[in-house]
């Protein structure tokens, strides 16, 4: 049985100690797939349990030299601990380095301006040095030493090799220096000693820009409360959420936060929902209607049924999709994966053609030493690797705490360059909730009779046409006789036996297809069509019996996002299953011409439109209400479903709209658009920094201090470029 994990991990320091984890796990019996996340610091994982269970993977991880911790809800304490122990053990060494190393950094500059004081010449002893920077290299520097000798071990140099062997050269030159040669005044223990220091100040600064990425996730979880006022018997106690089943009741007041789902049970409240749909107005809320976990009661007391707990609320699946879009790669990082792979074995290549070429020009062995540790020092594949991930962590954050759920980098790299966009008619372009505008009997049956027998046989349908008219036959009559044989033809009608006489309800093309219309009715249907309103009509094997006309209100913004598409440079079209005439008179009303409006289109064909159209050069978004629509969401390169907060299709597209707003659909463009600017800047300076400082640090122009501030600081720089992204302002 295939399952789908998701493990916390510890003990990484590159992307090459990701990429060394990714490899081990994937080699692994039953291992389906495994993708790691420097940036995220957790592995996902697709494997069969009755091959491999979550244990032998953790070992699997801690075999290499790293630790792994299952990512659920029992070990999330464990975990939380964790990360807050080592986050406390990073700040204590840091501030234990910073404390040893200041006196050596003091006399250095002390030397340089040529002050020679007691307490400068002091300093500047070899065994005064010696005791100051050993606890730095071998205490406080052990991390690297361990991670270095597991890298080496499992043939897969990281950063720490890097700085593990920088930092020893400098460290052992200047005990060379100090205590065995004439050359006693020139020491690199504060050099070694530093490049520690401002590594360490470099991923402490990481990890605090790292949790400001995972900020998203956090503040969703804030949002979920422990406890609930359960009502039973009349009375109201207080208890936890874990104590709680369907069908409780619980009552929710005036500033209180939603704990679960449920429907509103007795009274009314006024519910701010923005955490869920992005939407800052709040919602009234009436009795039978939907409320969701997370969510704020602004005013109002009621009463709700418990209907979803857990893991099974729509906030807890919007954890779990965020989640899970945060650590799906994004196809633009296998090119700093394959680079950072390489990265380490070729600078230390380099290093070594640096330190020979430079004895043999200079004959100068302590200076050759010298700019190798600083090309090794300068060396960082730390910077690549969080080029992309943190962009899309912080990307796919900001689209949730708009309303818009991203299903992973992939599907921010493909909706960035998508060029053309298909818009479903209902439910997308207007509200989806078609009601009933004209009825008219067209035999001497009496009215009553003639709506029972269209409302029996709608009821037997799915079709939000068939429910706007059961819900106007259920407000005229009370009881509806039994349907026989009922058959459902996708995209033109129903069929059913009532009283053994055969009845049909469905468009003007289903009736053509079994009886004949006269030239009066079609024109008439045809001005009706024209209008907008799509007919149905109930007829038997002879003769048309009613004709019910059914319209659905245009969202307000549909017009405005539509031209605003347009705007961008991507195509536009419109389907549906509603006459050429309906469908035209929509499509003129949002601003499409006739040539991208495409009528009496079924479901399975959206997909065929779809494949006809799309091209690798030529990817297209669908938006659909990602239930109807399924075929053709799978088919475009990204599926939009427009959800409501209820009917969210969280678990099949790619990009959930919660609120069902198209404009939605141009904030989510271009958020993909600035996340795939960012990574590439991000990759882009990466690179560069590489590109100048490694033959900067070769050539002598930057000493090992140097070289090891920008090392630690470039990391820092990229997470500070993806947080940017939280400016965003969307045009």
Known sequence: MKTNEQFVLTGMSCTNCAARIEK????????????????????????????????????????????????????????????????????????LSTVLTFPMVLSMFAMLLGFHFAWVMFLHQPWVQLLLATPVQFIIGFRFYKNAFHALKNKAPNMDVLVAIGTSAAYFLSIYNGFFSNNTSVLYFESSAVIITLILLGKWLEHKAKRKTSDAIRQLMALKVNTAVLVKNGKETETPISNLKIGDVIRIKPGGQIPVDGILLRGQGTINESMLTGESMPVDKKEQEALYCGTLNTTGSFLMKVTQLGEETVLSKIIHTVEEAQTRKAPIQDIADKISR????VVLFIAGIVFILTSIYTRNYELAAIHSVSVLVIACPCALGLATPTAIMVGTGLGAKRGILIRGGDKLQELASISSVVLDKTGTITEGNPKVTDFSAEVAIPEKNILRIIGALEKQSEHPLANAITKYTDSKVMDYPAVNNFQAEIGFGVHGIIEQHDYYVGSVQYARQKIALDLKKIEEINHLEASGKTVMLLFDNDYVLAQISVADTIKSTSKSAINKLQKMGIDVYMLSGDTQTVARTIGEKVGLDSQHVFAGVRPNEKADFIRSHQTPKKAMAMVGDGINDAPALA?????????????????????????????????????????????????????????????????????PIIAGAAMAFSSVSVLLNSLSLNRMKVK
């Open 24 to 95: 081990e796990l994937n080699q692994q019996a039953g291992v389906e797939n495994a993708t790691v996340n420097f940036a995220t610091e957790k592995a996902s994982v697709v494997f069969d349990q009755t091959i491999i269970n979550e244990k032998e993977l953790v070992n699997a991880v801690k075999r290499i030299g790293y630790g792994a911790v299952i990512d659920s809800k029992e070990y999330q304490a464990t975990i939380q601990k964790k990360q807050e122990h080592d986050a406390r053990k990073m700040t204590i060494a840091l501030i």
């Open 635 to 703: 088919t475009a390169a990204i599926g939009v479903a427009m959800g409501n907060g209820a009917d969210v299709a969280i678990e099949t597209a790619d990009v959930t709209i919660m609120n069902g707003d198209l404009e939605q659909l141009l904030v989510v463009i271009q958020l993909a658009q600035h996340t795939m600017r960012k990574i590439k800047q991000n990759l882009f300076w990466a690179f560069f920094y590489n590109l100048i400082g490694i033959p900067f640090a070769a050539l002598g122009f930057l000493s």
């Open 342 to 345: 390489y990265f380490v074995p």
